[in-house]
Each structure stands twice: as structure tokens, then as C-alpha cells.
């Protein structure tokens, strides 16, 4: 937008109105982003890890556990969009995310600054493979999560379908530092007070949180607790079977591929929309 000249009382005797009708016209608007939302709330958790929520475009619908694309325009004029879980459950008027800062990245080291009222763009067509219907019926379901690979599973655990589906859900957060758990405690001790689903919950529930690299109550990776039986027996539950238990899988891509290969040894099989079985990968997600 340019700056317009200060209007002034001297004048020729030769300037006609025109000039001051064209100084009283409004400056054009600033363009807004391209499928817009607006910021409603921003949380920083630690350096690292940060939370907000926008506006829900009132055609949106998605599953719990889906993901859509968000970001900013770059530098270029381009959108610069990456792949988002939707940490919101499906009936929440609002989106909410959960991101992790990168100094250097593209994307995050720009969208850590959001403020309430800003505008970020969100591309309004949710896919993933973290969903109900990629699993067959079972009695147990377990959420393996490493990060922010938590935020699909903050959405699922405000689903009622979810406790309608299941007897007991089982939910692993693995993160180096105990400060990066805060996300997610906070959410699981929200949910007893929760109008829609706190009494469907009961003792439903079990969370297993762990750290790698400073001093907490439970240390360790979730895939070498799972393979010296350590977390069977903290929880007192039998070791995963096919036919009784079922997984969603979030996190980094070595994580993702070590539970994978752990599950496909109790016989699990992976599943997918297209076709359900006893445990799902979301591919889309990188910590």
C-alpha cells in the first residue's frame, strides 16, 4: 500500500476538488489470506513445543484423528503449507494444533510467532490413516505417540466413539524432556471433567508417559519397554494379541517403523480406510 501526502490547506488558484476528493478515499484493505482462518488462542508449552487454535470454516467436516494442510504465505508470494494433525475432536467449533518449533524451519519458525487475531491458511480437505474406520472391532486400544505425534490422539481421545468401541485405551507418550509431556497430562486430566465423555470414560483409561534424556518417574523408549515386557507389567496387562487388541502408531519415522515392526510380531496387521485391520501408521507426520 502506498503512503498518501498529508493533506494541506494551501492551495493554487488553479487546483480544482479533485485532488481532495482523491485524498479522501479509503486505502484499499489489505488483501487477506487465501482460505483464512483466524487465530483464537496460542499456548506456549516449553522453547519447543507450542499449541494454538483458528476459527472452523463452517463447511469443514473431518474424522477425528485427520490431518490438513496450515501455514502462512511465504516469502515468495506462494503458500507455504504443511501437513497438520487436527488435535480438536471432529464436534469442536474451533481447530486446534499442536507444533513444534524449528528455528530454522521454513514454516515453524515463522507460525511459533502467531498471535491472537492473526490469520493462517488452512487448506479445508482433511485425509489420514488415523481414523476408526481403518481398525477392525477389538477390546483394546493402544495410542503410541512420540512429541507432538500426540495431537491426532488429543482429537481421538475427545471422540466417543472411542470409548464406545473400546473396554480400555491405552495411550504411550514418549518425549525426551518431562516439561514436553505438560500437552498432553494436561489434556488426559481434563477428560474426567469432560461434559460430553467424562462419564463415559471411567477406568477406561490408561496413560503411559516416558522420557529419554531427563529424570522423570518413567524413563525409557516405549519400543524397548514393549520388548523387555516392562510395560505389560507396569500396567498389568497381557502382552498385544490380534485378536483383542488394536494401535494407531504417531511419530517420528524411526519410532513409526520400530512399533510397526514390534506389532507385526504379536501378529498384528496394518490397516487402512480402504482396508481395516489391527493397527494404522499416520505417514504424513514427522516429529
Not at 122 to 130: A, D, E, M, N
Request: proline content about 8%.
Amino acid at each position: 500500500m502506498t503512503e498518501m501526502m498529508p493533506v494541506t490547506d494551501a492551495r493554487t488558484p488553479n487546483e480544482t476538488d479533485q485532488n481532495a476528493t482523491t485524498q479522501d478515499t479509503p486505502a484499499p484493505k489489505k488483501p487477506v489470506l487465501p482460505d483464512a482462518q483466524t487465530v483464537t488462542s496460542v499456548k506456549h508449552w516449553t522453547d519447543r513445543l507450542f499449541s494454538f487454535r483458528v476459527t472452523r470454516p463452517r463447511t469443514l467436516r473431518f474424522r477425528s484423528g485427520e490431518f490438513v494442510m496450515i501455514g502462512l504465505m511465504g516469502d515468495n508470494g506462494k503458500p507455504l503449507l504443511r501437513a497438520y494433525s487436527i488435535a480438536s475432536p471432529s464436534w469442536d467449533d474451533e481447530l486446534e494444533f499442536y507444533s513444534i518449533k524449528v528455528p530454522d524451519g521454513p514454516l515453524t519458525s515463522r507460525l511459533q510467532h502467531i498471535k491472537v487475531g492473526d490469520q493462517i491458511i488452512l487448506r479445508p480437505k482433511p485425509v489420514g490413516t488415523l481414523v476408526h474406520d481403518a481398525l477392525l472391532p477389538g477390546k483394546r486400544l493402544w495410542f503410541f505417540a512420540t512429541g507432538t505425534g500426540f495431537a491426532p490422539f488429543a482429537s481421538l481421545l475427545r471422540e466417543p466413539q472411542t470409548w464406545e468401541d473400546y473396554d480400555e485405551v491405552i495411550i504411550t507418550h514418549t518425549c525426551r524432556t518431562a516439561g514436553e509431556l505438560h500437552y498432553g497430562a494436561d489434556l488426559i486430566a481434563s477428560l474426567k471433567d469432560d461434559p460430553l465423555i467424562g462419564e463415559m470414560i471411567g477406568d477406561k483409561l490408561r496413560y503411559y508417559p516416558t522420557t529419554t534424556r531427563e529424570q522423570s518417574p518413567k524413563m525409557g523408549r516405549i519400543t524397548d519397554l514393549m520388548r523387555s515386557g516392562e510395560v505389560y507389567s507396569d500396567l498389568g496387562v497381557e502382552p498385544m494379541t490380534p485378536e483383542t487388541d488394536r494401535a494407531m502408531i504417531c511419530g517420528n519415522l524411526d519410532f513409526n517403523l520400530d512399533i510397526k515392526a514390534l506389532l507385526e510380531g504379536y501378529g498384528l496387521e496394518e490397516g487402512a480406510n480402504s482396508k481395516p485391520a489391527q493397527f494404522v501408521v499416520e505417514k504424513a507426520f514427522l516429529d
